[in-house]
């Protein structure tokens, strides 16, 4: 018999794919939101960005706001009981299988990242109600068929699922080439389907001077965008009311809705 442990296997192999000499967004973003799954290379960034432009701690803390009201939103009003979040991150509070979940307890919820800190996490994110199911996907955003083919095995795509692509698409370059990748991810969804994005934009020069000096500290690069190149990726869909806008300002709980330098919406798929 074979004292191969599989499990221990992959572990270490995650762990061999972890690089802790450069920052990454995932651990960026994770110090930014208090959390504790970061290193000392990103927490130095961190503290560099916050110098340069303080706001994109907000950006941080009030994007994660905005998923859980867009989700309560389409579990609560709109029946979606499906969801495909691309480039999850690092779990924190409330994340997208937990608030679907709280209203909806058999919502179904695939989540899809290929950082390995983020793999080596994903027990914390594979929980679930009993009577839904949440899984995970070691897998890239530029191979949206293969995502798509991969969460079949979890959702029924027969039926309108709502995809989730937060504070990610900055990492493609080219917009032309994120517009299609968003393309190809909704042509594989069925009528009734949405489409929920939210990105840091170059709102303020403060955001852009952030963004820069990002871009220089090693890590993979994040392209702030125009308010209209985000309205962009939702052509052809039919937007929820109040349409684009800024993450606080979209269905607030409160009037206080701090300006920041996040667009984002929720558009459904005829």
């Known amino acids: 018999m074979s004292d191969r442990d599989p499990q221990a296997e992959a572990a270490a192999e995650i762990r061999a794919r972890i690089d802790t000499s450069t920052p990454h967004s995932a651990r960026f973003w994770n110090y930014f939101v208090g959390g ?124 309108p699922v709502a995809l989730m692509i937060l504070n990610t698409l900055g990492h493609v370059g080219d917009y032309k080439e994120a517009r299609e990748l968003v393309s190809r991810l909704m042509a594989g969804l069925p009528s009734g389907s949405y489409l929920v994005i939210s990105d840091s934009t170059a709102t303020s020069e403060g955001m852009i001077a952030a963004s820069n000096a990002y871009n220089k500290s090693g890590a993979i690069p994040y392209h702030v965008r125009s308010v209209e190149e985000i309205g962009g990726f939702f052509d052809g869909l039919d937007l929820v009311d109040p ?20 667009y984002g919406a929720v558009a459904r798929k005829p």
């Open 36 to 159: 504790k799954d970061n290193y000392e290379k990103d927490r130095e960034l961190g503290d560099h960005i916050k110098g340069i432009h303080p706001g994109l701690v907000d950006v941080a803390r009030l994007s994660r706001q905005f998923l859980g009201r867009a989700v309560r939103h389409l579990a609560t009003e709109q029946g979606i009981r499906q969801f495909l979040d691309i480039g999850t991150g690092l779990p924190t509070a409330d994340n997208t299988h937990e608030v679907a979940q709280r209203v909806a307890p058999d919502s179904r919820i695939v989540y899809v990242d290929n950082d390995p800190l983020v793999l080596a996490h994903a027990r914390a994110l594979l929980t679930s109600t009993p009577e839904g199911q949440t899984s995970y996907i070691d897998a890239d955003l530029y191979s949206p068929e293969a995502i798509l083919e991969s969460a079949s095995a979890t959702l029924d795509l027969s039926r």
């Open 243 to 262: 349409g684009v806008s800024q993450v606080t300002r979209w269905r607030p709980d409160s009037e206080d809705a701090t300006p920041v330098d996040a």
